[in-house]
Protein backbone atom coordinates (compact mmCIF):
# COMPACT_ATOMS: atom_id res chain seq x y z
CA UNK A 1 0.00 0.00 0.00
CA UNK A 2 1.17 3.39 -0.90
CA UNK A 3 1.89 6.11 2.14
CA UNK A 4 0.48 9.78 1.61
CA UNK A 5 1.73 12.19 3.48
CA UNK A 6 -0.46 16.01 3.07
CA UNK A 7 0.95 19.22 4.34
CA UNK A 8 0.09 23.09 2.88
CA UNK A 9 -0.72 21.90 -0.30
CA UNK A 10 2.11 19.40 -1.19
CA UNK A 11 1.94 15.77 -0.50
CA UNK A 12 4.65 12.54 -0.81
CA UNK A 13 3.91 8.99 -1.70
CA UNK A 14 6.34 6.64 -0.58
CA UNK A 15 6.55 3.85 -3.22
CA UNK A 16 7.20 0.06 -2.67
CA UNK A 17 11.11 -0.81 -1.55
CA UNK A 18 13.36 -1.88 -3.76
CA UNK A 19 16.39 -4.22 -3.70
CA UNK A 20 20.00 -3.32 -4.73
CA UNK A 21 19.38 -6.00 -8.01
CA UNK A 22 17.32 -3.93 -9.32
CA UNK A 23 17.82 -3.47 -13.22
CA UNK A 24 15.62 -0.41 -13.99
CA UNK A 25 15.33 3.11 -12.20
CA UNK A 26 11.90 3.20 -9.94
CA UNK A 27 11.28 6.54 -11.74
CA UNK A 28 8.71 6.82 -14.51
CA UNK A 29 11.69 7.52 -16.47
CA UNK A 30 9.03 9.02 -19.49
CA UNK A 31 10.16 10.47 -22.64
CA UNK A 32 10.29 14.63 -22.70
CA UNK A 33 10.34 14.66 -18.72
CA UNK A 34 12.62 16.66 -16.58
CA UNK A 35 15.34 14.70 -15.49
CA UNK A 36 18.26 15.64 -13.16
CA UNK A 37 20.48 14.63 -10.65
CA UNK A 38 21.65 16.16 -7.30
CA UNK A 39 24.92 15.61 -5.01
CA UNK A 40 26.16 17.73 -2.43
CA UNK A 41 29.96 17.94 -0.60
CA UNK A 42 31.54 15.29 -3.12
CA UNK A 43 34.78 17.02 -4.50
CA UNK A 44 37.45 15.13 -2.49
CA UNK A 45 39.32 13.78 -5.45
CA UNK A 46 39.04 10.20 -3.55
CA UNK A 47 37.73 6.84 -3.58
CA UNK A 48 34.40 6.84 -2.35
CA UNK A 49 33.64 10.14 -4.38
CA UNK A 50 34.89 7.98 -7.57
CA UNK A 51 32.59 5.33 -6.68
CA UNK A 52 29.91 7.40 -6.25
CA UNK A 53 30.39 8.79 -9.79
CA UNK A 54 30.46 5.37 -11.43
CA UNK A 55 26.95 4.56 -9.92
CA UNK A 56 25.92 7.66 -11.43
CA UNK A 57 27.61 6.88 -14.64
CA UNK A 58 25.43 3.45 -14.23
CA UNK A 59 22.25 4.76 -13.59
CA UNK A 60 22.51 7.32 -16.53
CA UNK A 61 22.44 4.82 -19.25
CA UNK A 62 19.37 3.61 -17.74
CA UNK A 63 18.11 6.97 -16.60
CA UNK A 64 19.05 9.64 -19.34
CA UNK A 65 19.46 12.60 -17.11
CA UNK A 66 21.18 15.65 -18.55
CA UNK A 67 21.72 17.98 -15.96
CA UNK A 68 23.69 18.18 -12.49
CA UNK A 69 23.15 20.64 -9.36
CA UNK A 70 25.40 20.47 -7.33
CA UNK A 71 24.93 21.70 -3.57
CA UNK A 72 28.69 23.47 -2.60
CA UNK A 73 31.40 22.23 -1.53
CA UNK A 74 32.79 20.80 -4.65
CA UNK A 75 36.04 20.74 -3.87
CA UNK A 76 37.82 20.24 -1.11
CA UNK A 77 40.93 21.72 -0.16
CA UNK A 78 43.60 22.63 -2.74
CA UNK A 79 41.94 24.25 -5.89
CA UNK A 80 44.31 24.74 -8.63
CA UNK A 81 43.97 23.43 -12.13
CA UNK A 82 44.92 20.22 -11.49
CA UNK A 83 42.32 19.85 -8.95
CA UNK A 84 39.33 20.65 -10.77
CA UNK A 85 40.76 17.30 -13.13
CA UNK A 86 41.11 15.42 -9.90
CA UNK A 87 38.30 16.34 -8.00
CA UNK A 88 35.58 17.14 -11.03
CA UNK A 89 37.04 16.71 -14.56
CA UNK A 90 38.33 12.96 -13.94
CA UNK A 91 34.97 11.23 -11.70
CA UNK A 92 32.17 12.76 -13.36
CA UNK A 93 33.85 12.09 -17.49
CA UNK A 94 31.87 9.47 -18.66
CA UNK A 95 29.24 12.05 -17.65
CA UNK A 96 30.41 14.97 -18.92
CA UNK A 97 31.45 13.29 -22.19
CA UNK A 98 27.82 12.36 -23.04
CA UNK A 99 26.83 16.01 -22.46
CA UNK A 100 25.41 16.15 -18.68
CA UNK A 101 25.68 20.14 -17.66
CA UNK A 102 26.54 20.66 -14.07
CA UNK A 103 25.06 23.46 -12.23
CA UNK A 104 27.05 24.40 -9.27
CA UNK A 105 26.38 26.33 -5.73
CA UNK A 106 29.48 27.42 -3.71
CA UNK A 107 29.87 26.08 -0.39
CA UNK A 108 31.80 26.89 2.55
CA UNK A 109 34.76 25.00 1.16
CA UNK A 110 34.87 26.28 -2.39
CA UNK A 111 36.99 29.22 -3.74
CA UNK A 112 34.38 32.02 -4.40
CA UNK A 113 36.41 32.34 -7.46
CA UNK A 114 35.69 28.94 -8.66
CA UNK A 115 32.32 31.02 -10.30
CA UNK A 116 34.02 31.05 -13.44
CA UNK A 117 34.93 27.86 -13.97
CA UNK A 118 33.07 27.01 -17.16
CA UNK A 119 31.99 23.34 -16.33
CA UNK A 120 30.08 24.89 -13.21
CA UNK A 121 27.46 26.85 -15.39
CA UNK A 122 27.72 29.69 -13.07
CA UNK A 123 29.03 32.16 -15.83
CA UNK A 124 31.23 34.31 -13.09
CA UNK A 125 27.85 34.50 -11.12
CA UNK A 126 27.68 33.58 -7.33
CA UNK A 127 23.87 33.70 -7.42
CA UNK A 128 21.85 33.12 -10.45
CA UNK A 129 18.90 31.09 -12.06
CA UNK A 130 17.70 29.10 -14.76
CA UNK A 131 14.95 27.70 -16.46
CA UNK A 132 14.47 24.11 -17.74
CA UNK A 133 11.25 23.06 -18.99
CA UNK A 134 8.81 24.05 -16.66
CA UNK A 135 10.82 24.07 -13.45
CA UNK A 136 13.10 27.77 -12.56
CA UNK A 137 16.01 26.60 -10.08
CA UNK A 138 17.05 29.52 -7.80
CA UNK A 139 20.65 28.90 -6.89
CA UNK A 140 21.78 31.04 -3.77
CA UNK A 141 25.34 31.65 -2.10
CA UNK A 142 24.97 30.98 1.67
CA UNK A 143 28.20 31.83 2.46
CA UNK A 144 27.17 35.26 2.10
CA UNK A 145 23.43 35.93 1.98
CA UNK A 146 23.71 39.74 1.74
CA UNK A 147 20.99 42.16 1.22
CA UNK A 148 21.95 42.71 -2.38
CA UNK A 149 21.64 38.77 -3.06
CA UNK A 150 17.93 38.87 -1.03
CA UNK A 151 17.18 41.75 -3.19
CA UNK A 152 17.95 39.78 -6.50
CA UNK A 153 16.13 36.91 -5.12
CA UNK A 154 12.41 38.35 -4.36
CA UNK A 155 12.72 39.94 -7.48
CA UNK A 156 13.25 36.76 -9.14
CA UNK A 157 10.55 34.77 -7.09
CA UNK A 158 8.37 37.76 -7.89
CA UNK A 159 8.65 37.25 -12.03
CA UNK A 160 8.97 33.64 -11.80
CA UNK A 161 5.74 32.07 -14.25
CA UNK A 162 7.02 28.25 -13.82
CA UNK A 163 4.98 25.91 -12.53
CA UNK A 164 7.79 24.35 -10.40
CA UNK A 165 9.80 26.56 -8.73
CA UNK A 166 13.24 24.81 -6.87
CA UNK A 167 15.72 26.01 -4.53
CA UNK A 168 19.11 24.74 -4.26
CA UNK A 169 22.07 25.85 -1.99
CA UNK A 170 24.84 24.60 0.09
CA UNK A 171 23.56 25.24 4.11
CA UNK A 172 20.43 23.87 4.96
CA UNK A 173 17.69 25.83 6.96
CA UNK A 174 16.43 22.27 8.66
CA UNK A 175 18.57 19.54 9.01
CA UNK A 176 18.85 16.35 11.83
CA UNK A 177 22.88 16.07 11.57
CA UNK A 178 24.57 15.88 14.76
CA UNK A 179 27.50 18.34 12.59
CA UNK A 180 25.73 21.14 11.73
CA UNK A 181 22.00 20.80 11.98
CA UNK A 182 19.25 23.50 10.70
CA UNK A 183 20.74 26.68 9.87
CA UNK A 184 18.47 29.23 11.75
CA UNK A 185 19.29 32.47 10.79
CA UNK A 186 19.49 31.81 7.20
CA UNK A 187 15.87 30.43 7.86
CA UNK A 188 14.80 33.55 9.32
CA UNK A 189 15.60 35.46 5.88
CA UNK A 190 14.84 32.98 3.46
CA UNK A 191 11.87 30.94 4.39
CA UNK A 192 9.41 33.71 3.86
CA UNK A 193 10.06 34.05 1.08
CA UNK A 194 10.15 30.85 -0.15
CA UNK A 195 6.27 30.87 1.38
CA UNK A 196 5.36 34.25 -0.01
CA UNK A 197 6.44 33.10 -3.84
CA UNK A 198 5.19 29.68 -3.87
CA UNK A 199 8.84 27.57 -3.90
CA UNK A 200 7.84 23.99 -4.21
CA UNK A 201 11.17 22.39 -3.32
CA UNK A 202 14.96 22.81 -1.71
CA UNK A 203 18.08 20.92 -1.88
CA UNK A 204 21.18 21.17 0.13
CA UNK A 205 24.28 19.78 1.83
CA UNK A 206 26.40 20.68 4.39
CA UNK A 207 25.64 17.65 6.72
CA UNK A 208 27.05 14.94 5.24
CA UNK A 209 24.50 12.63 5.19
CA UNK A 210 21.08 12.24 3.48
CA UNK A 211 18.23 13.22 5.30
CA UNK A 212 14.58 14.30 3.53
CA UNK A 213 12.68 16.28 5.72
CA UNK A 214 8.86 16.24 6.44
CA UNK A 215 7.43 19.02 4.55
CA UNK A 216 7.76 22.58 6.39
CA UNK A 217 4.87 25.07 5.20
CA UNK A 218 4.53 23.41 2.27
CA UNK A 219 7.67 22.96 0.85
CA UNK A 220 9.88 19.85 0.80
CA UNK A 221 13.90 20.07 1.94
CA UNK A 222 16.15 17.58 1.14
CA UNK A 223 19.98 17.25 2.36
CA UNK A 224 22.17 15.75 -0.03
CA UNK A 225 25.61 16.03 1.38
CA UNK A 226 27.19 12.30 1.02
CA UNK A 227 28.63 12.99 -2.75
CA UNK A 228 31.89 12.32 -1.38
CA UNK A 229 32.04 12.56 2.42
CA UNK A 230 30.15 10.80 4.90
CA UNK A 231 29.72 11.51 9.06
CA UNK A 232 28.83 7.80 10.14
CA UNK A 233 26.04 7.68 12.13
CA UNK A 234 25.44 11.64 12.29
CA UNK A 235 21.71 11.56 11.52
CA UNK A 236 20.00 12.64 15.08
CA UNK A 237 16.51 11.42 14.19
CA UNK A 238 13.70 14.04 15.24
CA UNK A 239 10.19 14.77 14.49
CA UNK A 240 11.66 16.88 11.44
CA UNK A 241 12.88 13.64 9.86
CA UNK A 242 10.78 11.85 6.89
CA UNK A 243 13.33 9.55 6.05
CA UNK A 244 17.41 9.31 5.81
CA UNK A 245 20.52 7.54 5.30
CA UNK A 246 23.78 7.76 6.97
CA UNK A 247 25.73 4.76 6.56
CA UNK A 248 27.23 5.35 3.29
CA UNK A 249 27.88 7.74 0.54
CA UNK A 250 24.97 8.81 -1.96
CA UNK A 251 23.30 10.80 -4.82
CA UNK A 252 19.82 11.66 -5.80
CA UNK A 253 18.00 11.14 -8.84
CA UNK A 254 14.77 13.28 -10.13
CA UNK A 255 12.28 13.50 -12.62
CA UNK A 256 9.58 16.36 -12.57
CA UNK A 257 6.29 15.16 -15.14
CA UNK A 258 3.31 17.43 -15.07
CA UNK A 259 3.10 17.87 -11.46
CA UNK A 260 4.79 14.87 -9.95
CA UNK A 261 8.39 15.02 -8.84
CA UNK A 262 9.70 11.62 -8.46
CA UNK A 263 13.09 11.03 -6.33
CA UNK A 264 14.84 8.32 -5.84
CA UNK A 265 18.42 8.24 -3.56
CA UNK A 266 20.79 5.55 -4.27
CA UNK A 267 24.08 4.83 -2.43
CA UNK A 268 27.60 4.51 -3.51
CA UNK A 269 26.53 0.33 -4.11
CA UNK A 270 23.95 1.03 -5.81
CA UNK A 271 21.25 0.30 -3.01
CA UNK A 272 18.21 2.15 -3.50
CA UNK A 273 17.81 4.00 -0.16
CA UNK A 274 14.66 6.29 0.10
CA UNK A 275 12.13 6.95 -2.87
CA UNK A 276 9.04 8.49 -3.84
CA UNK A 277 6.87 11.19 -5.47
CA UNK A 278 5.82 15.16 -4.49
CA UNK A 279 2.67 15.85 -6.12
CA UNK A 280 2.08 19.33 -6.99
CA UNK A 281 -0.71 21.15 -5.43
CA UNK A 282 -2.84 20.73 -2.92
CA UNK A 283 -4.21 17.62 -2.72
CA UNK A 284 -7.84 17.07 -1.72
Known amino acids: MRRVFAAAGIAVALLRAVSVAQEAPLL ?3 PGSLKF ?10 QPQYDVAAQMERWHQRFGFDMVIMLGDNLYGSQQPVDFVQKFERPYKPLLDAGVKFYASLGNHDDQRNDTYTLFNMNGQRYYSFVRSDVRFFVLDTNFLDP ?24 PLYSDGGRHGSEVELR ?6 FIRYGINLVYSGH ?14 YFVSGAGGQLRPGDLKRSDLTAAGFDRDRSFMLNEIDGTDLYFQVVSRTGQIVDDGVIHRGRVS
Do not use: C, M
Open 148 to 171: LQLVWLERQLASATEPWKIAYFHH
Open 37 to 46: AAIGDNGTGD
Open 207 to 220: DHIYERIKPQHGIY
Open 28 to 30: PNR
Open 188 to 193: VKLEPL
